[in-house]
Nanobody, 126 residues
Framework: VQLTESGGGSVQSGGSLRLSCVAS????????IAWLRQVPGRVRVGIAS???????NYLDSVKGRFTISQDKGANTVYLQMNSLKPEDTAEYFC?????????????????????WGHGTQVTVSS
């Protein structure tokens, strides 16, 4: 699976951005696609996921502000980010795998190979 992110940029605190992830070569009928973010020097953290049945999960830090959705016809997963804060500044990645789970501090993949996009930078200024 090839994943291509877009939509990152710079925005002021309180602003909005919508990230897109185009997934080409996704042949399995069962999958999970997640958005993860990483700040330099820190681990990559899963913040939102959506599976092939449309079930979604969010990390508490973004719940109520971010919305993940998918357009299956366009093979695209979106992350609508509202009420952005400076602490949302990070490189944002999308990834695809067989299944996703959620712990208290991240959304993670399990059950097989995970494919990654190259990331898109989001910068939120105060």
């Amino acid at each position: 699976v090839q994943l291509t992110e877009s939509g990152g940029g710079s925005v002021q605190s309180g602003g909005s951005l919508r990230l897109s992830c185009v997934a080409s070569g996704l042949t399995s009928g069962t999958y999970c696609i997640a958005w993860l973010r990483q700040v330099p020097g820190r681990v990559r953290v899963g913040i939102a996921s959506i599976d092939s049945d449309g079930r979604t999960n969010y990390l508490d830090s973004v719940k109520g502000r971010f919305t993940i959705s998918q357009d299956k016809g366009a093979n695209t997963v979106y992350l609508q980010m509202n009420s952005l804060k400076p602490e949302d500044t990070a490189e944002y990645f999308c990834a695809a795998g067989p299944k996703c789970g959620k712990s208290s501090d991240t959304i993670y993949f399990f059950g097989g190979t995970v494919d990654w996009g190259h990331g898109t930078q989001v910068t939120v200024s105060s």
